[in-house]
């Protein structure tokens, strides 16, 4: 994983049928619009300990590293942090074993901050990504967004204590929260400008030329 610090390049890392009524079924087929969207639970993005404590290598979490790139190419965004979240989760819960925390360890520390560059470039990448995904299911919602805000400051609290916090050689917790804010920020701009073409249509279609919104 060679990328340089705060690029958002590409980091190198190798039925049951139920009889109703005509009204109750002309009431079904109102629909609203957020109950048409099922995005994944934000809750599924938050790694379970079991998987946590099984990668324990650097060559493990470089693998998640990859599958991570992997599923962003193929537009599989919510596959893609959940797997970034489970490599972050274990470098965070294993980082003392992983020689992280301490200069006397088998790498040296060009190697270290190698590593954390390339864990950071990876999430920078990831959320500079802006098309499409691969389907509904795979689609980042505002609430994954916020779940995914708040490990990112629980990993940093953690870290803190080894001085491991918005350094070269460590998690770049500021960053990674202000890529965050910026997709949040954009995403309310969207809807409000969503909301405005609404109201300047339903107004237009009342009153027509009447109207200038």
């Keep these: 994983m060679q990328c340089e610090h705060k690029d958002t390049i590409e980091p190198d890392v190798g039925s049951t049928t139920i009889e109703v009524k ?40 470089q693998k998640q590293l990859k599958s991570t790139l992997d599923h962003i190419e193929q537009k599989n965004m919510v596959s893609g942090f959940q797997t970034l979240s489970k490599a972050t989760a274990a470098v965070v819960e294993h980082c003392e074993q992983l020689g992280l925390t301490s200069d006397d360890h088998p790498y040296n520390a060009i190697d270290r901050e190698q590593f954390w560059a ?12 802006r ?3 691969s389907n509904d299911s795979e689609r980042m919602t505002d609430q994954h967004l916020y779940n995914l805000r708040e490990m990112v400051v629980n990993w940093a ?13 460590g998690w770049w917790e ?9 997709i949040l920020a954009m995403n309310y701009a969207a809807a409000q400008a969503a909301a405005q073409t609404v109201v300047a249509q339903a107004a237009a279609a009342l009153f027509g030329d009447e109207v200038n919104l």
């Design 22 to 61: 005509k009204e109750e079924q002309k009431d079904d087929a109102l629909i609203k619009p957020e109950e048409t969207q099922q995005p994944l639970p934000p809750a599924e993005l938050i790694p379970p300990q079991s998987t946590i404590n099984s990668i324990t290598t650097f060559e493990e979490i």
């Design 118 to 129: 390339g864990l950071n470039n990876c999430w920078l990448y990831a959320l500079a990504q």
């Design 131 to 133: 098309h499409e995904p």
């Design 157 to 169: 609290d953690k870290l803190e204590r080894y001085g491991l916090v918005d350094y070269e050689m």
């Design 174 to 182: 500021a960053d990674i929260l202000a890529a965050i804010d910026g």
